[in-house]
């Protein structure tokens, strides 16, 4: 009876090993760096940063002829997922739907995001979507109302949110946070606002630690003449996101401080996207990254007001009623 009972587990175990294994995955957009580094942490069991769970086998290009860092890099990066991983590219991304179990959108250019995540929705596929989320915080809240409709999970994250000091802050290993400060490069697009390019990844560390709340936000610049945005959250807690070469910060909390917002490679992010399609429960609340969206849209607003201060409550609401 033993004996049964072992080889029944076993048997038990190595199902649900086989159909974690069997989860296939699409990808959205290849034209950035991401698709191939992605894929081959899934696809290849022999990379140091190995995810086992899911595999990419489909893809559909995509791509944005306005922006060069996209339009240059489209047929190299299908390339190597056709020549190197055996991906199929499909013609559509309902095709590719009808294929796959979930779907990654990394499109670079948040504009086509909206576009390309409604047939996703409509074939109800969980859906992970790369910064940044959008092109607009009109169409954050779009996506996430549809998906919402749709009874479809949705979630969207920088991995800079998955840094380890980041997260260990996250988890209260200095208690409530205070203040904190996150630091990243952050180099624009003129087709997007300011801070969604690149900025979103300080500013997704920021909102990791500080978590929502944030009420008021104002911009400036830095001695040397970097982005400098500061957000006034509940209770009077103060976070700050500034332009710089790297990926560092500071959070001050009851019980201490820590260092906080480096990066830590993507593997952290890659798991937690598999453990979502696994589950279909988001590990990061459509609240959150609404106002961390809202954050960086205020901060262009605050911007084009001459360094005012902008209400977080403005901003959502001006976005709710665009058109």
């Known amino acids: 009876m033993k004996r049964t009972s072992l080889l029944l587990c076993a048997l038990l175990a190595s199902t649900a090993s086989l159909t974690a294994a069997e989860l296939k995955l699409g990808i959205i957009g290849l034209d950035t760096s991401h698709v191939t580094a992605f894929t081959e942490i899934l696809n290849n069991p022999q990379a140091k940063a190995h995810v086992p769970g899911a595999k990419v086998v489909g893809a559909f290009k995509g791509g944005s002829p306005d922006i060069e860092s996209s339009a240059s890099r489209v047929d190299g990066f299908t390339k190597t997922l056709q020549e190197k991983y055996g991906v199929k590219i499909y013609d559509s991304i309902e095709e590719l739907c009808k294929n796959v179990d979930a779907v990654l959108l990394e499109s670079v250019d948040g504009r086509p995001h909206l576009a390309q995540a409604r047939p996703v929705i409509a074939a109800r596929k969980p859906l992970f ?20 409709e749709a009874g479809v999970p949705v979630w969207s994250a920088s991995s800079l949110r998955y840094g380890k000091t980041t997260q260990a802050v996250r988890s209260g290993s200095i208690g409530k946070v205070l203040s904190a400060e996150c ?19 300080g500013c997704e560390s920021l909102f990791t630690v500080m978590g929502i709340g944030c009420e008021t936000v104002k911009r400036g610049t830095t001695a040397d003449g970097k982005i400098e945005v500061i957000g006034t959250w509940k209770g009077g807690r103060t976070g700050i996101f500034r332009e710089g070469k790297g990926y560092t910060g500071k959070a001050v909390g009851e019980k201490g401080e820590s260092v906080v917002g480096a990066y830590d490679g993507y593997a952290p992010l ?4 598999v453990k979502f399609f696994q589950t279909g429960k988001p590990p990061v609340a459509a609240e959150e990254t609404i106002e961390l969206f809202a954050f960086m849209e205020a901060a262009d607003e605050s911007k084009r007001q001459g360094g005012k201060e902008v209400k977080i409550a403005d901003v959502l609401k001006k976005a709710a009623g665009a058109k």
Do not use: C, N
């Not at 910064?131 to 996430?144: H, Q, R, T, Y």
């Not at 630091?183 to 990844?201: C, N, R």
């Open 129 to 148: 979507i790369d910064k940044p989320m959008a092109g607009s915080l009109k169409d954050v809240l779009e996506i996430f109302r549809l998906a919402k």
């Open 183 to 201: 630091t990243s490069p952050a180099s624009l697009e003129k087709s997007h606002p300011d801070l969604f390019w690149y900025g979103v990844h």
């Open 270 to 273: 890659v798991a937690e996207a």
